[in-house]
């Protein structure tokens, strides 16, 4: 079992930055992927940043030069710096992580936009 708490969402103004963080814990040898989704209110949940492959990181395209993820496999955690914030970007950021091909969620955290 794989637990995922997420933390840093809040209110902050358009233009603004916030770092979102997610730590894993729980009887696991190797996370083999995590990544961030949101869901805005009303609209289906969507990718924000994800692993791809070799190595590279995908973005939404909303979120590209803007945000960016990063990975500690050390520490089984993995953030996401949010920059030049928009109101679009108000939604609930949830951790996903793949262990042994099992996919956990996050409880999620909430993000708004706003002035």
């Known amino acids: 079992q794989v637990q995922l708490v997420e933390s840093g969402g809040g209110l902050v103004q358009p233009g603004g930055s916030l770092r979102l963080f997610c730590a894993a814990s729980?009887?696991?040898?190797?996370?083999?992927?995590m990544g961030w989704y949101r869901q805005a209110p009303g609209k289906q949940r969507e990718l924000v940043a994800a692993?791809?492959?070799?190595?590279?990181?995908n973005y939404a395209d909303s979120v590209k030069g803007r945000f960016t993820m990063i990975r500690d496999n050390a520490r089984n955690t993995v953030s996401l710096q949010m920059n030049s914030l928009k109101p679009e970007d108000t939604a609930v950021y949830y951790c996903?992580?793949?262990?042994?091909?099992?996919?956990?969620w996050g409880k999620g955290t909430l993000v708004t936009v706003s002035s």
């Open positions: 692993p791809g492959s070799g190595g590279s990181i």
């Open positions: 996903n992580a793949q262990v042994y091909g099992e996919e956990y």
């Open positions: 729980g009887s696991f040898f190797r996370i083999n992927a």
